[in-house]
């Protein structure tokens, strides 16, 4: 019998056959922990008797949730971790890089048939570099600090072939977002997801990056594209790895087969208080919008904001409704702001901020009030996601964002000339 | 568990919240050495330690269930509760007296023998080492790539 993808990463490190259903203690290649997970985890690394890490080489530490430190407790959290990476010999990236995924993905932390762990939720989208990669909690990372290895039972693999062109302002968060809802919250617990299909090989690094992402929402334990020419292009100049081929073999055994075709994707919104809640945008249009958020893990990259910028045009975003960008990193910035992006979101009216996760999750600012509604391009809009508990938060695309941000309220991209 | 007792870490403290909001009195009721028994994916919600710690502090050791959520059986686990699957654990009667046997791959209760799922070997190691903690106390490298069957 064949193998997927998961099973052949996990083979290749175990050195022996694996399959889906067995618990390895597997080697970690590396493990991120950022601003709010990482003190938990250190402490838990201690508790376990850790005195020092495993390889500090192997550890990427940066900072993106509460950044700068706006309370307190955040300041407080990041020195603590600052003098763990001084004690230990870990490179900090600190505040200067970004959102923890973004900055893991473009430092090369995550290759192709790689074990990457993160203490954070959508680890899961640096399978967009063919790499399996898994979220895990405070005392998983303390042990993986400890041994520089986790146990992992091997998940079975749902298989979802996407064929089929984008029609124009339509895109791979419309198409993830339409996925989320056909499969359901937890239509993929514990399960990888492997994106294939004509439209996953015809999309960037970007928008493999949109979709693995998600694959969390739909309780998936990992996402993953098998790595192509596309996949080794990104990785070459960042790690010296010679590319080999990693594909499910033709007779592996999934446990679910899905085909989606996006020849007639309309652009989606994930409507309150869940992700699966995906609906065409037109059954939501009109719906008056007091912020809009383009940014985050999700959608913080140049592509995106070069979407959202096509779709402004020379306009002005409304003076009725908020709009906060936020480039994931500080080399998604930088492109942004070269190709002249910034100067035309300010000059339109938004804000646009340093790299962090920002009002994704409610922390940091712009923070919603009783009643408020926002629309936002980020992964997640459960009840009190970004503020109050009587706040509601839709999903959606750049464009979509950036086309109701223009009137409002939620608006059809399509709609705009 | 209601969020507001995620800053609690005691977990005896924690014990006096279990269930709180579903079934107040079981604070008051639970033994030590208690089984909790329970239907399909228990522990749903959760991706906290907090609700595993809170049951070991009140001094139940085994979670009995037709299914678990994943992040809470992985928690279960790492604090050294011992989750087992059973697919006809609703037929298990509160006040039943349960015996476990894991090697044989059943549970006696009241005379009948159900059978239970076999629990990986490593995830046994973690549970009777008291947890993912107590576990790692004691070792200075892990076996890598260990295999169990499931």
């Known amino acids: 019998m064949g193998a997927t993808v998961v099973e052949k990463i996990f083979s290749m490190k175990c050195h022996r056959d694996v399959n889906a259903g067995e618990v390895v203690m597997a080697p970690v290649d590396n493990a991120m922990i950022h601003d709010i997970t990482g003190p938990l985890a250190i402490q838990k690394f201690y508790e376990m008797g850790g005195k020092r890490v495993h390889n500090p080489e192997r550890i990427t530490m940066l900072f993106d949730h509460q950044v700068p430190a706006d309370s307190l407790e955040a300041a407080e959290n990041q020195r603590y971790m600052r003098n763990f990476a001084k004690e230990q010999g870990i ?28 203490a954070d939720s959508h680890t899961c989208m640096y399978g967009a570099g063919g790499a399996f990669a898994t979220g895990i909690g405070s005392t998983d990372m303390g042990f993986a600090l400890k041994f520089g290895a986790l146990y992992f039972r091997v998940p079975e693999t749902i298989r979802v072939t996407a064929n089929g062109v984008f029609k124009k302002r339509v895109g791979p968060k419309d198409l993830i977002l339409s996925i989320a809802a056909d499969i359901g919250a ?77 020849t007639n994707l309309s652009p989606q919104v994930a409507e309150p208080h869940n992700v699966d809640l995906g609906v065409d945008v037109t059954k939501v249009a009109g719906k008056k919008i007091d912020q809009v958020f383009i940014g985050s893990c999700t959608n913080g990259r140049f592509e995106d904001f070069a979407e959202a910028a ?41 804000l646009v901020e340093a790299p962090c996760c920002g009002p994704c999750m409610g922390g940091a600012f712009g923070l919603l009030a009783p009643g408020e509604v926002s629309l936002s391009t980020s992964n997640r809009n459960f009840k009190g996601r970004q503020g109050s508990t009587e706040a509601s938060v839709y999903l959606c695309s750049p464009a979509t964002a950036a086309a109701s941000g223009i009137y409002g309220e939620i608006t059809d991209p399509r709609e705009v000339e | 568990m209601p969020g507001r007792y995620l800053s609690i870490y005691d977990p005896h403290e924690l014990a006096t919240h279990a269930f709180e ?130």
Request: charged share 20%; proline share 5%; glycine share 12%.
């Open chain 1, 91 to 118: 490179f900090n990236y600190d505040i200067r890089e970004g959102v923890c995924h973004q900055v893991t993905m473009e430092m090369g932390k995550a290759a192709p048939g790689e074990i990457i762990i993160g």
């Open chain 1, 186 to 262: 937890d239509g993929a617990t514990y399960q990888a997801i492997e994106f294939v299909g004509d439209t996953i090989e015809g999309m960037g690094m970007a928008g493999r990056m949109t979709c693995c992402n998600m694959a969390i929402e739909m309780g998936a334990k990992a996402g993953i594209v098998p790595p192509d020419h596309i996949t080794w292009d990104y990785i070459r100049g960042m790690r010296n790895i010679t590319p080999f081929p990693l594909k499910s073999d033709n007779d592996a055994s999934f446990s679910e087969e899905r085909m989606y075709d996006v």
């Open chain 1, 310 to 350: 096509e779709v402004l045009g020379d306009r002005k975003f409304s003076d009725t409704t908020r709009v906060i960008i936020i480039p994931a990193s500080r080399q998604e910035y930088l492109k942004t702001l070269r190709a002249g992006l910034i100067e035309r979101f300010v000059m339109a009216g938004a």
């Open chain 2, 21 to 150: 909001g579903i079934r107040d009195e079981f604070a008051l009721e639970v033994k030590p050495g208690d089984i909790i028994v329970a239907g399909k994916n228990f522990g749903c919600g959760s991706s906290r330690e907090h609700a595993p710690i809170a049951l070991k502090g009140a001094g139940i050791t085994i979670i009995i269930a037709e299914s678990f959520a994943r992040i809470f059986y992985r928690n279960a686990v790492n604090v050294g509760l011992l989750p087992v699957v059973c697919h006809e654990a609703g037929s298990i009667v509160e006040g039943n007296s349960v015996m476990v046997d894991l090697t044989g791959g059943h549970l006696i209760v009241e005379g009948k023998t159900l059978p239970v799922a076999p629990i990986p070997e490593f995830l046994m190691k973690i549970v009777t080492s008291g947890g993912l903690v107590e576990y790692a106390l004691g070792l200075e490298e892990v076996p890598v790539c260990t295999a169990s069957h499931r």
